[in-house]
């Protein structure tokens, strides 16, 4: 669900290619890279996203905003314990 509306909402991707990718990269993607990549989701909905040096800011998120993935019991759970939503909206 995550992965399809990143790849819908934000990249643009159409329906049935990104449900196809997300599918996949479900059940390939490791702990690691999935907490990075639902980091780089809940910083997309910061106001320091928008700033020119994003990809400085997002690095500093990401020190300060750990997300390990033993903590991460799945990407649904941190996505609404986070309040943050990929929905097309911040």
Sequence with gaps: QIFR???????????DAANETA????HTMSP??????LQFIKFLSTDIAIEENWEANFARFCETN????RNLASPADYMSSNKHSISGTR
């Design 32 to 37: 690691g890279v999935m907490a990075r990549f």
């Design 23 to 26: 599918c996949r990269l479900d």
């Design 5 to 15: 509306s990143f790849f819908v909402n934000i990249l643009g991707v159409d329906k």
């Design 66 to 69: 750990n997300v390990s993935p």
